[in-house]
């Protein structure tokens, strides 16, 4: 029984392994493509890490920040809301700024006017993170909850995710102390899968070794 059970584990981690494997080529793929519109389906989990573009007007005073840890150090993602062209709602994330910037002068370093933004799609993080939950009465975010955030900010209804900024272009950029730094996004998938199916398809072997050793000590 447990022979069955050890090898059906060990092929069942062969095929996660080649799972992980085209999940990692499919998003490597789309970080180096060319930036899409963004899609009617923007929530979707399979366009995860999609590169898309959007016009549109920023929404400054909605600005949230929201607490991170970068190779920058710890700080505060900028979220900021923009209206699209077609009506669309979408949060942005403009980039970290350090430790400490207050909320008023991460909003004032909102570009005024049209922009145009080009990023990756990322799907909404609900509630907080796994050690806090978002706060906000208290205006404290652990998470890029999306929802959360428009209902704070009285906002209505939004893309059901958020892009990372890559390149933000504007007209006006107003002259501010903090710039958010963009382009900071990580992908990582672990893949441990190997590890794990050798692990099981040794205990496999060691099960059918002490099932002949006992044959023949019978």
């Known amino acids: 029984m447990a022979l069955a059970v050890f090898a059906t584990l060990g092929v069942w981690q062969v095929q996660r392994m080649q799972w992980k494997h085209a999940l990692i080529a499919r998003v490597d793929a789309r970080v180096h493509a060319a930036p899409v519109d963004l899609p009617a389906d923007a929530g ?13 007007v920023y929404q400054g005073s909605a600005t949230a920040l929201v607490r991170a840890a970068t ?34 002068v991460a909003a004032a370093s909102t570009p005024e006017g049209r922009v145009t933004v080009a990023g990756l799609l990322r799907l909404n993080e609900p509630k907080g993170s796994v050690l806090q939950a ?15 955030l428009a209902a704070a900010r009285k906002l209505g209804a939004v893309v059901p995710a958020f892009v990372d900024v890559q390149v933000e272009q504007a007209a006006q950029i107003p002259p501010s102390p903090v710039k958010p730094v963009s382009g900071l996004t990580q992908i ?4 441990n899968h190997l590890t794990y199916a050798l692990t099981w398809f040794a205990l496999t072997a060691l099960s059918a070794f002490g099932l002949v050793y006992i044959w023949r000590r019978a």
Request: net charge neutral.
């Open 134 to 148: 978002n706060r906000p009465q208290d205006d404290r975010w652990y998470s890029r909850d999306v929802a959360g």
């Open 44 to 56: 979707a989990r399979d366009l995860e890490y999609l590169r898309v573009k959007l016009s549109g």
């Open 188 to 191: 990582h998938f672990p893949d």
């Open 71 to 104: 190779d920058l150090g710890t700080g505060y993602w900028t979220m900021t809301p923009l209206r699209m062209d077609d009506g669309r709602q979408v949060w942005i994330n403009r980039g970290f700024v350090p430790e400490g910037t207050p909320r008023a």
